[in-house]
């Protein structure tokens, strides 16, 4: 199937977590297009769509959001995903950690498949406040791999029923 990854990403973390995503569902079989969210004008002919955004003060990306809201009658026909990209702990793997309201008021106006928290990413030597000061104990990268291929294949079997 056709799936678009759209990503609101600003650190690049989460666009690595796109380009991740978009991996294991290649490997699937799957014909993915992976690209910033920002880029999107018309929505491309798609079969799927997964929209992932880092999560800063709680909040999802604004790429992210903007992208839901101005597709949101074309989305609510097709299936879903939507992704938070954020805690810096394993939180997100072990299943603990819960996104908040702009992803999930969100992801019922589109009546998505899903929503699913990932781990983030943040460099040891980000710049500006507070990223910096926050690198100095949180820098670290919480993008599991073997979590993303997990549900990618939940992604999968959902298309596939
Ligand atoms: C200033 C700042 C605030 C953050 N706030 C949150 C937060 O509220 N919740 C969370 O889970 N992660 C938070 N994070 C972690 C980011 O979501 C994580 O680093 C994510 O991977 C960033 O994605 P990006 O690199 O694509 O921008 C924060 C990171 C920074 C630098």
């Not at 597709?71 to 996104?99: I, K, N, R």
């Not at 998505?112 to 710049?127: E, I, M, P, V």
């Amino acid at each position: 199937m056709r799936i678009l990854v759209v990503h609101g990403s600003k650190r690049g973390g989460t666009a690595g977590l796109a380009d991740m995503i978009g991996s294991a569902l290649q490997a699937l079989g799957h014909d993915v297009t992976v690209v910033p969210a920002r880029t999107v004008g018309t929505l491309p002919s798609t079969d799927a769509v997964i929209v992932a955004g880092g999560i800063y003060a709680g909040r999802w990306h604004g790429d992210a959001r903007s992208f839901v809201k101005h597709h949101q009658a074309a989305l609510a026909a097709l299936p879903v995903w939507l992704v938070g990209s954020g805690p810096l702990d394993d939180t997100a793997e072990q299943g603990t950690f819960q996104l908040g309201s702009s992803v999930l008021e969100l992801a019922e106006q589109v009546g998505a498949r899903g929503t699913q928290a990932f781990g983030g990413y943040l460099s040891a030597d980000a710049k500006g406040f507070p990223a910096s000061s926050m690198a100095k104990t949180h820098a670290g990268d919480w993008r599991d791999p073997e979590h993303i291929e997990r549900w990618a294949r939940e992604v999968d079997a959902a298309l596939a029923a």
